[in-house]
């Protein structure tokens, strides 16, 4: 059994290299922004390497400076990445002991995968490739800081694979009571919530049994990561899976506001809107759902199912629409203009990983750690308290 500094309980490793070996994950890297720029107004060499400067929203005269902590650590790499922006002691300790034990997970599993290999043909995946890490930040500027600061504010927290994975939306049954959770500044957006997790049903159900129901809530009591991982990795995948038969994996990003009115909108409406740069023309798509519907595994898994291939097609459209609202890069509005690709689910990271962050770095795991209210953020792991004291503004 791998170690668990938690106490929860974990998979034996033999199982977590049968799921996981052999596995090329896709490596890419995370587009990186151009920084903006100092203050024209003299720094000294010490106080300009320990600032970040944004405009304000009303103009460039305006200026937040925000400071970082001076005990962030800046040259640390996690699993042959740098961690931008600068990360605690506490937090680099902790991601020590996690390379440290996927290295030794890895090394013991290099005998079989070899053997694989050899008789396969191929190559084994890398160290790195293996693990899954694209990308890693910590420290990053938040005007709301001081007072409300974020554990990025302290170095304490991390995002793995930032720009593949999403805060998405959750649903949490607490007794007689569903909670849909997500991101705290949209937590006014329960109705757009609630029509993301339906879409997860109807995902699940399409790509599973009509009876099964998404299981995309927050952390039960004593439930083990690895149970928190597949669930919502089942989600995921069925995702990807019920999209590909309209859309397309790329782009990562989609660049326009969902349809203002999208269970109202005519199927004229939904091909106008949906480019076929991100969706499969109309013909193509309800031929690859005829055949899928067509065969006997689906016929006798989903006897007398409603829709028809063409009705199935356009479904799926409108629920393309739906999911990815939760899915913003920015700020949680009602209708974003810029999203993540839900055509490509929202989970990329093997569980080795996960799990090993969670029971041996001792992270909590937004995705399901944050309670039923805020729970869903699939790219971010903390320490669960601020390792240094956040600087804000001066």
Same mark, same amino acid.
């Given at each position: ?17 049968? =799921?996981? /070996? ?39 005269? *305006? ?12 040259? &640390? ?51 790195? =490739? ?32 930032? *720009? ?15 909670? &849909? ?65 309209? &859309? ?41 759902? =005829?055949?899928?519907? %067509?065969?006997?595994? &689906? %016929? ?11 009705? %199935? ?7 393309? =629409? ?15 203009? *810029? ?48 390792? /240094? ?6």
């Amino acid at each position: 059994m791998l170690p668990s500094a938690s106490g929860r309980r974990t998979r034996p490793i033999g199982t977590w290299m049968s =799921e996981n /070996l052999g596995v090329i994950h896709d490596i890419v890297r995370r587009h990186r922004t151009t920084p903006n720029p100092l203050p024209s107004r003299p720094l000294t060499p010490a106080r300009a390497s320990r600032i970040s400067v944004r405009h304000a929203l009303s103009g460039p005269s *305006d200026v937040v400076i925000q400071r970082r902590p001076a005990a962030l650590i800046d040259n &640390f790499n996690f699993i042959g990445h740098h961690v931008e922006g600068g990360i605690s002691p506490g937090l680099r300790d902790r991601l020590r002991d996690v390379e440290t034990a996927l290295t030794a997970v890895y090394n013991r599993a290099q005998p079989v995968a070899n053997a694989v290999a050899t008789v396969l043909g191929g190559t084994p995946p890398s160290f790195e =490739e293996w693990a899954g890490v694209t990308s890693a930040r910590s420290w990053r500027p938040q005007s709301s800081c001081p007072p409300t600061c974020s554990l990025h504010q302290s170095g304490s927290a991390v995002d793995i694979n930032y *720009d593949l994975q999403p805060y998405i939306a959750t649903r949490t049954t607490q007794g007689s009571t569903t909670v &849909f959770g997500g991101e705290l500044a949209g937590a006014g957006l329960q109705a757009q919530r609630r029509a993301a997790t339906e879409v997860y049903d109807r995902a699940v159900r399409f790509m599973s049994t009509p009876a099964e129901t998404a299981q995309a809530g927050a952390r039960g009591t004593g439930e083990t990561t690895s149970a928190v991982y597949a669930r919502f990795s089942r989600v995921s995948d069925a995702l990807r899976g019920y999209f590909d038969f309209a &859309f397309l994996p790329d782009p990562r990003a989609v660049t326009r506001q969902p349809i203002a009115d999208i269970e109202g909108a005519t199927d004229a409406d939904l091909l106008s809107t949906i480019p076929e740069t991100e969706r499969r023309p109309e013909d193509i798509g309800t031929a690859l759902l =005829e055949d899928h519907m %067509q065969t006997p595994q &689906f %016929q006798n898994s989903h006897p007398g199912w409603p829709l028809t291939p063409r009705e %199935q097609y356009f479904r799926i459209l409108r629920d393309y =629409e739906h999911v990815r609202i939760p899915m913003v890069r920015g700020a949680p509005v009602a209708r974003p203009a *810029d999203t993540r690709n839900p055509a490509r689910g929202f989970l990329h990271m093997p569980p080795v990983l996960v799990e090993t962050l969670v029971d041996v770095g001792r992270l909590r795991w937004g995705i399901a750690d944050f309670g039923a209210h805020q729970s869903g953020d699939t790219h971010h792991f903390d320490l669960g308290s601020h390792d /240094l004291t956040p600087d804000g503004q001066p």
